[in-house]
């Protein structure tokens, strides 16, 4: 609490001096002492928070033939989480796709993070946002975390999903790997729209769909060869036309 007060303070006491000092050099003064002042409260507090509002990360106990339960690679990266209304910077995370939730490293545990208190984060420069199921009227998709692919006056959503499946092989031994599901919404005008096909992303993205076609066609966009390249693509194009 002590450490918690007297980052307060310090914060208080710049943003008082900073109206007494209005230069362009105080101000990035100002700016570059805060983000230390917050940083050295993220090294205070990180572990702690993970400790008190998360559980230990289970893990697997089983070794899988064929791919891993994370999202692109199978080792911790460099992230960051907004949990608990605090941004949490430069930080070890997993992103488990099977159990859709986020392991946070600590010095000695891997913690599973506490769903409903974060709302956001990024690991390996992809940003996913958690969506909740009240939030959609038209389309019924869960509640879960969702990959932000394009962001703007229409944004693209991108779920992929992991379920852990045995199969037999050849040789009759029990094989353990992964069935992945992906799915994309497109949030446009505050509501959600789920991409079924090539055609539906232009219905969606009226009243552009006659551009935003030739626009593919120009580009050589092809959705069945690469889904993520076409539709960010074409996200990205609405939103420069429909300001």
Do not use: W
Not at 100 to 129: A, M, P
Not at 171 to 183: D, H, R, V
């Amino acid at each position: 609490m002590n450490k918690i007060f007297s980052i307060v303070f310090i914060i208080i006491f710049f943003s008082t001096l900073s109206h007494a000092q209005n230069s362009n050099k105080d101000s990035i003064l100002l700016k570059a002492a805060i983000e230390n002042t917050l940083q050295v409260y993220y090294n205070n507090i990180g572990e702690q928070a993970a400790k008190f509002n998360g559980v230990q990360y289970p893990g697997y106990t089983v070794s899988f033939a064929d791919g891993h339960p994370y999202f692109k690679i199978n080792a911790l990266n460099k992230g960051s989480i907004l949990y608990d209304g605090v941004l949490f910077k430069d930080v070890d995370l997993l992103y488990d796709e099977v159990a859709d939730c986020i392991v946070l490293q600590d010095s000695t545990h891997r913690i599973q993070l506490i769903n409903e208190k974060l709302k956001s984060f990024t690991i390996l420069e992809d940003q996913f946002e958690r969506i909740e199921k009240n939030e959609l009227k038209k389309v019924n998709i869960a509640t879960g975390f969702y990959q932000i692919l394009s962001e703007g006056k229409a944004t693209l959503y991108k779920k992929e999903t992991k379920q852990i499946k045995e199969k037999y092989t050849n040789n009759n031994e029990l094989s353990t790997l992964f069935e992945i599901t992906t799915n994309y919404f497109i949030k446009k005008e505050g509501q959600f729209f789920e991409i079924n096909n090539k055609k539906s992303v232009y219905t969606i993205l009226e009243p552009y769909s006659k551009e935003l076609n030739q626009f593919a066609k120009k580009e050589k966009l092809n959705y069945n060869r690469d889904k993520d390249f076409m539709l960010t693509s074409l996200v990205s194009h609405y939103n420069k036309i429909a300001q």
